[in-house]
């Protein structure tokens, strides 16, 4: 399994957010968004793995980056400074990564021709 770095990125950070409950001791819905969102995002981050050049994968990846970085205001978490500031900087970087993949596929490359 080879992949982009940019895939391996959004699989780290979606496994930190499934374990991120062990450092900012959040319980209830907003760690199971948190964990849902994690385990999403690591299943999409082998999707676009395993399946290279699928945009749908890296569309998924800024979604979900996206979402867990507004989940703290839309599931109202911001009291708990830990558990926000892993939501926002671990949906900035599942977000980025999505991106810079999308950017990275969509460049041509060129190629050569093959004489007949």
């Not at 939501?87 to 999308?102: E, H, K, N, T």
């Amino acid at each position: 399994m080879r992949g982009h770095w940019q895939d391996w990125v959004a699989v780290a950070a979606g496994t930190a957010a499934v374990v991120s409950w062990s450092w900012h001791g959040m319980v209830g819905p907003a760690m199971a968004a948190l964990f849902v969102l994690g385990v999403l995002t690591v299943f999409s981050g082998f999707l676009s793995v395993t399946h290279s050049g699928v945009f749908a994968t890296e569309a998924a990846m800024v979604g979900l980056g996206v979402l867990m970085f507004l989940i703290p205001w839309l599931l109202d978490f911001t009291a708990n400074p830990a558990a926000a500031w892993t939501s926002w900087v671990l949906g900035a970087a599942i977000a980025l990564a999505g991106v810079a993949r999308a950017v990275a596929a969509g460049i041509p490359t060129p190629h050569r021709a093959v004489p007949h």
